[in-house]
């Protein structure tokens, strides 16, 4: 963050594909105005970036609401 501008953000995911990764779209969505940047993190983008399988934990849908939800609160308390 420099000054109220979100200059750079790494986000990444795991158990939601074989191996952790990285949500380019959702980081370069996040770069703006510290205002308002949860918002811009929309719950569509973070499940399109992401293709989990549905296994004895949990199902594909579960986890891409639960990915959206995590990445939604750690961004409001990153910036709080």
Known sequence: ILG???TAAAVAVG????????????????????AGA???VSAQAVAAALDP????RATAGYRRHAAAELI?????????
């Open 4 to 6: 109220s501008q979100i």
């Open 15 to 34: 158990a939601c594909s074989p191996v952790a990764r990285r949500l380019a779209e959702v980081e370069a969505a996040l770069c703006g105005p510290v």
């Open 38 to 40: 949860a918002g811009r």
């Open 53 to 56: 399988i549905d296994d004895i």
């Open 72 to 80: 939604r609160r750690a961004v409001e308390r990153a910036l709080a």
